[in-house]
């Protein structure tokens, strides 16, 4: 029997609702093929963690987390008890960058029994995966102020792009763009007008598509293709994106295809040489935190993508049909929450799914 060591971090408000439900879908598909999962619950990178002891992480999380195969994360972040940045920088952003998760993966695909806010679109109609850059890029700290509080107070940050950083992310995109049927990717860029990263992201680009021949590619300006996106969304497979840009199309995508509460994230160490976090695309929700109503499908859907990352593809694709069996139900079938228009719990959308898990063919 197959074993994977598992940390699971549920955080705050309905992160410690949803990651529930996405345990008991996971163990139900485990059952199903034979894979034995050890779970191991940790209480930090919370705002009762921080309450206690005034950090978001002990000082040794990362000998704690490090032997883990991945870590099942539901949200952080409780504004009315520690900052966001706080919360942000102090948890997660240092599982990120201490594990070199550079690769940030968010499927995008409208589900049967969800609307779009897209007239007129079907299921099928979107499905496709956003690939951020997840290290590097816009989002560097190198910069600063001068001339402060004069009329000359000019501002400056930088972009940092290293070949290294690019090729690795470009890599992992064309491989997954190789592995899916359509074999297209699209990558963002805004040459046109950043004249000197931007450029050199395309050279990247065009230097490692000479070695995916089979791979279809095409590129777009970011504007243009924020455009595209809402226009003619079935006309993408892969997106690879710097780590602004992939920023903006992951929650574009997503918005897209119906509620928040659907959408799955990934933050990948493809090496393996560190663990891999899984979690939803949303927050901690305060607004719906402690009413059980909040739609468990993305950390279920996370719990689809580490199965497939930790090579249990049949199972992954398993799961995901059980969620989309239940969805296609509708709101008069299936116990949906309100954000889908029903007026199911989380637990009973959660019980829903597993249950499919087990029936299912
Ligand atoms: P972030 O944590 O990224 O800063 P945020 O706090 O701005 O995000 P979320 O916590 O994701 O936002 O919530 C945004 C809105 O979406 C809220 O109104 C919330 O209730 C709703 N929402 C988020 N997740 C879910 C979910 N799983 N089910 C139903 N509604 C959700
Ligand atoms: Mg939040």
Same mark, same amino acid.
């Given at each position: 029997?197959?074993?994977?060591?598992? #940390?699971?971090?549920?955080?705050?408000?309905? $992160?410690?609702?949803?990651?529930?439900?996405?345990?008991?879908?996971?163990?139900?598909? #485990?059952?199903?093929?034979?894979?034995?999962?050890?779970?191991? @619950?940790?209480?930090?990178?919370?705002?009762?963690?921080?309450?206690?002891?005034?950090?978001?992480?002990?000082?040794? *999380?990362?000998?704690?987390?490090?032997?883990?195969?991945?870590?099942?994360?539901?949200?952080?972040?409780?504004?009315?008890?520690?900052?966001?940045?706080?919360? /942000?920088?102090?948890?997660?952003?240092?599982?990120?960058?201490?594990?070199?998760?550079?690769?940030?993966?968010?499927?995008?695909?409208?589900?049967?029994?969800?609307?779009?806010?897209?007239?007129?679109?079907?299921?099928?109609?979107?499905?496709?995966?956003?690939?951020?850059?997840?290290?590097? $890029?816009?989002?560097?700290?190198?910069? $600063?102020?001068?001339?402060?509080?004069?009329?000359?107070?000019?501002?400056?940050?930088?972009?940092?792009? @290293?070949?290294?950083?690019?090729?690795?992310?470009?890599?992992?995109?064309?491989?997954?763009?190789?592995?899916?049927?359509?074999?297209? /990717?699209?990558?963002?860029?805004?040459?046109? $007008?950043?004249?000197?990263?931007?450029?050199?992201? &395309?050279?990247? !680009?065009?230097?490692?598509?000479?070695?995916?021949?089979?791979?279809?590619? &095409?590129?777009?300006?970011?504007?243009? /293709?924020?455009?595209?996106?809402? /226009?003619?969304?079935?006309?993408?497979?892969?997106?690879?994106?710097?780590?602004?840009?992939?920023?903006?199309?992951? &929650?574009?995508?997503?918005?897209?295809?119906?509620?928040?509460?659907?959408?799955?994230?990934?933050?990948?160490?493809?090496?393996?040489?560190?663990?891999?976090?899984?979690?939803?695309?949303?927050?901690?929700?305060?607004?719906?935190?402690?009413?059980?109503? #909040?739609?468990?499908?993305?950390?279920? *859907?996370?719990?689809?993508?580490?199965?497939?990352?930790?090579?249990?593809?049949?199972?992954?694709?398993?799961?995901?049909?059980? !969620?989309?069996?239940?969805?296609?139900?509708?709101?008069?079938?299936?116990?949906?929450?309100?954000?889908?228009?029903?007026?199911?719990?989380?637990?009973?959308?959660?019980?829903?799914?597993?249950?499919?898990?087990?029936?299912?063919?």
């Amino acid at each position: 029997m197959t074993a994977h060591r598992i #940390a699971v971090i549920p955080g705050d408000g309905i $992160g410690t609702e949803v990651v529930p439900a996405g345990l008991e879908a996971l163990q139900a598909t #485990a059952d199903r093929f034979g894979l034995r999962l050890h779970l191991d @619950t940790f209480g930090f990178a919370s705002a009762a963690y921080w309450q206690r002891h005034g950090t978001m992480l002990p000082a040794d *999380w990362e000998q704690t987390l490090r032997g883990y195969d991945a870590i099942y994360f539901g949200a952080v972040g409780w504004p009315a008890v520690v900052p966001d940045h706080v919360s /942000l920088w102090g948890s997660l952003l240092q599982f990120r960058r201490t594990f070199d998760q550079y690769v940030n993966l968010r499927p995008c695909r409208l589900m049967p029994g969800v609307r779009s806010p897209l007239a007129g679109r079907e299921p099928g109609d979107i499905d496709f995966v956003v690939v951020r850059e997840n290290t590097e $890029g816009e989002y560097s700290s190198v910069g $600063g102020r001068v001339f402060e509080g004069t009329d000359r107070e000019t501002v400056l940050q930088e972009t940092i792009m @290293t070949r290294v950083g690019v090729d690795r992310v470009l890599r992992y995109a064309f491989d997954l763009a190789a592995r899916r049927p359509a074999r297209h /990717l699209t990558s963002a860029t805004k040459s046109n $007008g950043i004249s000197i990263s931007m450029p050199y992201w &395309d050279e990247r !680009v065009a230097a490692t598509a000479g070695r995916y021949p089979g791979v279809r590619l &095409d590129k777009y300006h970011i504007d243009a /293709l924020a455009a595209q996106f809402v /226009l003619h969304p079935d006309r993408f497979d892969v997106v690879v994106a710097s780590n602004l840009f992939g920023d903006i199309l992951s &929650d574009l995508g997503p918005a897209c295809t119906g509620t928040l509460g659907i959408a799955p994230s990934a933050n990948i160490n493809p090496e393996r040489d560190h663990p891999s976090l899984f979690e939803p695309v949303h927050g901690s929700a305060p607004d719906i935190a402690g009413k059980g109503i #909040a739609n468990p499908v993305g950390q279920i *859907w996370c719990g689809s993508m580490m199965l497939e990352h930790l090579g249990h593809p049949e199972a992954a694709a398993h799961l995901l049909g059980a !969620v989309e069996d239940v969805l296609a139900l509708g709101p008069r079938g299936a116990p949906l929450t309100p954000d889908l228009h029903g007026t199911g719990t989380t637990a009973e959308l959660g019980h829903a799914i597993a249950e499919r898990v087990r029936e299912r063919p």
